[in-house]
Each structure stands twice: as structure tokens, then as C-alpha cells.
């Protein structure tokens, strides 16, 4: 190793994914720092940005990729796989873990028994996520990957009159190379946004409902986490696929 190399990363899966429970939100979600190594990031990474261009859509402040297809209707028209660079190592670590001893892992009760597509979102400084719920499209557990930069996804509910209270709930830390599971309530009860920021500030054990998890929280003394550009991948198992996936033309098959 040079004088300037960095000592490997190591991953750190638990034993269970109650040992990565978040006590702080309601049930259920789980947050597991070290999921993949630095290597494992730096090529995912290389894959998201070097995929062809028509793989990305630009919206006004962010870009994403969907795999293996956009939705149509709620529906994955695209059945093949996921590519190799999205399946492994994510989707094999996700299901080595158990959620309890009747439950081998998060994807145990979901209809095709793991993921079926990921959703591949880039946020440059100042770029955030409207507060949103992810509909009746997929299964209800979340699972996200943030690659390259931390950053502060908000949990909000809705008012009485229905409108979004703008005070956040929860607040909960993204560390690069983390992995964060949300499930039940927290998926049908409550929405998740990120706001557009350039640093994230007041953060500490009081404010931040994973502190106890996080890999390096001693980055984050002063309160203040400086963005760079974050990447995520959300793996959700989308309810309904199309049986004629197999079978679409070219225009499909972005
Ligand atoms: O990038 C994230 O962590 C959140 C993405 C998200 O909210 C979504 O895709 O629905």
C-alpha cells in the first residue's frame, strides 16, 4: 500500500436485520452502514455514469435511470433481469440477511421474492426530492443504496386537512456505501422527501434518528454535512409484470 492509500473498506453486514434497527421510527426500518466496499461503489459508480444516454431522463434539477424499464400503468413491461452490475452484490446481500427466524430475509413475503427493479436517482449539490409516497405500483419495502455522498432524507406526514406538515417527523442520515430499508407504515403512512440543500445542518444524536448506526458519525460533529454529488438505488419489487415483457418490440427496451 502507497503512503497516500486509503486502508481497504470492509463491509459489515449484521446477523439480523434486528440488530440494524432503526428503534426511533415506528416498524419498521433498518439502516446497515458498510453494504458494499469502496471498490464495489467506485464500479457501480463507473456503470451508472458511462450507462448509454438514452438510459437517462432529465428532469428540471435531477437525472434517473430506471432498470430494467420505465413502469407503464404500474406494470414492468421489461421481465429480463436485472444487469449483473445492479444484481451483485446489492441483491445478494439483501437476501443473505434475516429479518427474523420465520422470515429468511426483507423480500421473504414479496410476490416475486426480491427485487425486480431499481430506480437510479443523482443528486448534484442543492437537489432534492419533492415529500412523496411511492404508490400502489410495487410491494411495500424500500430498499436504498447511496453511493458518493450523505445526505438527509425527511419523513413528513400529512395534517389533518390533508395538506403535508413542512416540519419534518424524522430526519435520517444517508452515509455513501449505506444501505436503508423502509417498510409498513413508513411506507404507506408517511411521505419521504429531500430537500434542496447545500449542507445539511443541525444534525446530532437528537435530531438524526439513526445516529447510533452510522459508520463515521464524528464527520458530522460540527452538525453540518457538506454535499457532494449523492447517487442512490432504490430496489423495489414491483407488484405487476407483464407477461408479454418477453415479447416487446425495441422501444421498450431502453
Ligand atoms: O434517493 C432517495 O433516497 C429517495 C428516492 C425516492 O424517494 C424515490 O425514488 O421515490
Same mark, same amino acid.
Given at each position: 500500500m502507497g503512503s497516500n492509500s486509503q486502508p481497504p473498506s470492509v463491509i459489515n453486514l449484521p446477523t439480523s436485520l434486528e440488530e440494524s434497527r432503526i428503534t426511533a421510527l415506528p416498524p419498521a426500518a433498518y439502516y446497515i452502514a458498510d453494504v458494499i466496499s469502496d471498490e464495489e461503489e467506485k464500479a457501480i459508480l463507473q456503470k451508472v455514469e458511462t450507462a448509454p444516454k438514452?438510459?437517462?431522463?432529465?428532469?428540471?434539477?435531477?437525472?434517473?435511470?430506471?432498470?430494467?424499464s420505465d413502469?407503464?400503468?404500474?406494470?414492468?413491461?421489461?421481465?429480463?433481469?436485472?444487469?449483473?452490475?445492479?444484481?451483485?452484490?446489492?441483491v445478494s446481500r439483501l437476501l443473505s440477511i434475516p429479518v427474523s427466524e420465520s422470515e429468511p430475509h426483507i423480500f421473504t413475503n414479496s410476490p416475486h421474492?426480491?427485487?425486480?427493479?431499481?430506480?437510479?436517482n443523482e443528486y448534484p449539490p442543492n437537489t432534492g426530492?419533492?415529500?412523496? =409516497? %411511492? &404508490?400502489?405500483?410495487?410491494?411495500?419495502?424500500v430498499c436504498t443504496v447511496s453511493?458518493?455522498?450523505?445526505?438527509c432524507l425527511n419523513l413528513y406526514k400529512s395534517k389533518d386537512d390533508g395538506a403535508i406538515d413542512p416540519e419534518p417527523v424524522w430526519r435520517i442520515l444517508q452515509e455513501p456505501r449505506s444501505l436503508l430499508i423502509t417498510t409498513a407504515d413508513l411506507y404507506t403512512e408517511y411521505l419521504h422527501g429531500i430537500e434542496p440543500l447545500e449542507t445539511d445542518v443541525n444534525m446530532s444524536e437528537d435530531t438524526i434518528v439513526n445516529w447510533n448506526l452510522?459508520?463515521?458519525?464524528?464527520?458530522? =460533529? %460540527? &452538525?453540518l454535512n457538506q454535499?457532494?454529488?449523492r447517487v442512490s438505488l432504490t430496489y423495489r419489487d414491483v407488484l405487476k409484470v407483464s407477461k408479454l415483457?418477453?415479447?416487446?418490440?425495441p422501444m421498450f427496451k431502453k
Open positions: 438514452a438510459r437517462w431522463r432529465q428532469l428540471t434539477h435531477r437525472r434517473l435511470q430506471t432498470w430494467p413502469l407503464v400503468k404500474n406494470t414492468l413491461l421489461d421481465s429480463r433481469p436485472l444487469p449483473d452490475w445492479l444484481e451483485q452484490p446489492v421474492s426480491r427485487p425486480n427493479h431499481v430506480l437510479i426530492i419533492m415529500p412523496h =409516497k %411511492d &404508490g400502489g405500483a410495487y410491494h411495500p419495502v453511493l458518493g455522498s450523505s445526505l452510522l459508520r463515521s458519525p464524528e464527520l458530522y =460533529k %460540527d &452538525g454535499r457532494e454529488t415483457g418477453g415479447k416487446l418490440g
